[in-house]
């Protein structure tokens, strides 16, 4: 068993007998900037300078925070800059986005700090990984090199991973989740408008779009056979995307690949599923008025249909640091979102997430889950996750949880709730 100083002492030897550079793979509420933050107090000296790189801007506010709460320094929030006072002097600390900094040449500082280090990882951004420094320090709880083995090798090549902790459930150290499984089929009972340009408008049920949609599928494939294709998505873009097909290719790519979007847009915004979490979210709230709710969908205009406020990339870092302020202070207590709340976002007393829709990315599901490890170490945080059985969201299902535990997962289906 291990405490939160154990983990931070261990990763701190680690970057230490490691130059100051690698990345540190280390669980969601476990403390990773307080691990920084004690590597520039224990290791750099006056007039020092580093620059920490963020994907959101809105993450620059949680850093100001925590050298607030760690050190004695002077922040200038305007230039997103940091003094921080140290014997005999200062060393500056710079705030910037990935977004802005890849473009920049000839520049160099003594610590350059990776946050959400998975996120540039990629062949755009990896150029922050080039920029001159004494020290490299990447932060992640979740690699993202499963299958990927181009970003491994960006890893291994600039900031290999040097320290891994995942146990903080295990060990008490963060609070605990408890995660649902919601079993779902899809039936008649949700029907959508159809615009057809042969039959008009007219009403069908989820079931026999999905039924429909799948038909589609598979003639598609079916093409693609005729093609010789044996990797369908693969030679689909290859052919149409690249145009690297001969005519009878590039249209036989065509149809698959349409045929599968529009299947997948068809899943990622089910009616049911959306009620399911609209109900299951105002049961949550009326049980306990000490309850909060964050849903997850994989569109932003599903999950505008679940609830009211939602924090999303397009819109304005004023509006959305607004709601996440309300939500922390409890003014509202049901948040939605797609991805834009999993990036090192700090909720307060958040204490249950539906995750509604979403696709196989197995870092993008435990970044989710992530964000219901901000409670005390003697909670418990629930988790709803929505199985839409017998579909290809059952196969998202599957990938998306590879890895996750779900041996005392809880079982129900979403009739007890529709």
Same mark, same amino acid.
């Given at each position: 068993?291990?405490?939160?100083?154990?983990?931070?002492?261990?990763?701190?030897?680690?970057?230490?007998?490691?130059?100051?550079?690698?990345?540190?793979?280390?669980?969601?509420?476990?403390?990773?900037?307080?691990?920084?933050?004690?590597?520039?107090? +224990?290791?750099?000296?006056?007039?020092?300078?580093?620059?920490?790189?963020?994907?959101?801007?809105?993450?620059?506010?949680?850093?100001?925070?925590?050298?607030?709460?760690?050190?004695?320094?002077?922040?200038?929030?305007?230039?997103?800059?940091?003094?921080?006072?140290?014997?005999?002097?200062?060393?500056?600390?710079?705030?910037?986005?990935?977004?802005?900094?890849?473009?920049?040449?000839?520049?160099?500082?003594?610590?350059?700090?990776?946050?959400?280090?998975?996120?540039?990882?990629?062949?755009?951004?990896?150029?922050?990984?080039?920029?001159? +420094?004494?020290?490299?320090?990447?932060?992640?709880?979740?690699?993202?090199?499963?299958?990927?083995?181009?970003?491994?090798?960006?890893?291994?090549?600039?900031?290999?991973?040097?320290?891994?902790?995942?146990?903080?459930?295990?060990?008490?150290?963060?609070?605990?989740?408890?995660?649902?499984?919601?079993?779902?089929?899809?039936?008649?009972?949700?029907?959508?408008?159809?615009?057809?340009?042969?039959?008009?408008?007219?009403?069908?049920?989820?079931?026999?779009?999905?039924?429909?949609?799948?038909?589609?599928? #598979?003639?598609?494939?079916?093409?693609?056979?005729?093609?010789?294709?044996?990797?369908?998505?693969?030679?689909?873009?290859?052919?149409?995307?690249?145009?690297?097909?001969?005519?009878?290719?590039?249209?036989?790519?065509?149809?698959?690949?349409?045929?599968?979007?529009? #299947?997948?847009?068809?899943?990622?915004?089910?009616?049911?599923?959306?009620?399911?979490?609209?109900?299951?979210?105002?049961?949550?709230?009326?049980?306990?008025?000490?309850?909060?709710?964050?849903?997850?969908?994989?569109?932003? +205009?599903?999950?505008?249909?679940?609830?009211?406020?939602?924090?999303?990339?397009?819109?304005?870092?004023?509006?959305?640091?607004?709601?996440?302020?309300?939500?922390?202070?409890?003014?509202?207590?049901?948040?939605?979102?797609?991805?834009?709340?999993?990036?090192?976002?700090?909720?307060?007393?958040?204490?249950?997430?539906?995750?509604?829709?979403?696709? +196989?990315?197995?870092?993008?599901?435990?970044?989710?889950?992530?964000?219901?490890?901000?409670?005390?170490?003697?909670?418990?945080?629930?988790?709803?996750?929505?199985?839409?059985?017998?579909?290809?969201?059952?196969?998202?299902?599957?990938?998306?949880?590879?890895?996750?535990?779900?041996?005392?997962?809880?079982?129900?289906?979403?009739?007890?709730?529709?």
């Amino acid at each position: 068993m291990k405490n939160r100083q154990q983990v931070h002492l261990e990763a701190l030897q680690a970057l230490k007998e490691n130059n100051g550079t690698g990345t540190l793979n280390i669980q969601t509420g476990i403390g990773k900037s307080k691990i920084v933050i004690n590597f520039i107090l +224990s290791v750099l000296k006056t007039y020092d300078t580093v620059l920490i790189l963020v994907p959101l801007t809105r993450l620059i506010p949680n850093w100001i925070e925590e050298f607030k709460k760690w050190t004695y320094s002077h922040c200038d929030e305007k230039k997103q800059c940091i003094t921080l006072v140290v014997p005999n002097g200062s060393i500056k600390i710079y705030l910037e986005t990935v977004q802005t900094a890849y473009k920049w040449k000839n520049k160099e500082w003594t610590l350059i700090v990776l946050d959400e280090i998975h996120t540039m990882v990629t062949t755009e951004y990896q150029a922050v990984m080039k920029l001159t +420094s004494t020290y490299r320090i990447g932060l992640t709880a979740t690699t993202d090199i499963k299958g990927k083995t181009d970003k491994e090798e960006l890893y291994k090549t600039y900031c290999p991973i040097i320290y891994s902790y995942h146990d903080g459930e295990n060990h008490g150290i963060i609070n605990k989740t408890k995660i649902t499984i919601i079993n779902h089929k899809l039936t008649n009972n949700f029907r959508r408008l159809i615009l057809s340009k042969k039959n008009g408008k007219f009403e069908m049920g989820e079931a026999s779009q999905y039924e429909y949609l799948t038909k589609r599928v #598979r003639a598609g494939e079916g093409l693609m056979v005729e093609e010789g294709s044996t990797g369908f998505f693969e030679d689909a873009a290859k052919w149409w995307w690249n145009k690297k097909g001969t005519i009878s290719q590039k249209t036989a790519g065509r149809k698959y690949l349409q045929s599968i979007t529009m #299947r997948k847009t068809f899943l990622l915004s089910l009616q049911s599923t959306a009620e399911i979490a609209r109900k299951l979210s105002s049961k949550l709230l009326k049980e306990n008025l000490n309850n909060k709710v964050l849903t997850f969908s994989e569109l932003v +205009s599903q999950a505008k249909t679940i609830c009211d406020n939602v924090v999303f990339g397009e819109q304005s870092d004023e509006d959305n640091n607004k709601l996440i302020q309300l939500f922390n202070k409890g003014e509202i207590r049901l948040l939605g979102s797609c991805y834009s709340l999993t990036l090192g976002i700090n909720l307060v007393g958040a204490n249950n997430a539906i995750i509604e829709s979403y696709q +196989s990315s197995v870092t993008k599901g435990t970044q989710r889950i992530g964000r219901l490890h901000r409670l005390n170490e003697d909670d418990t945080a629930n988790i709803y996750i929505i199985n839409v059985l017998n579909t290809q969201a059952e196969k998202w299902f599957a990938a998306m949880t590879n890895g996750i535990d779900l041996t005392n997962a809880k079982v129900i289906s979403s009739t007890e709730l529709l």
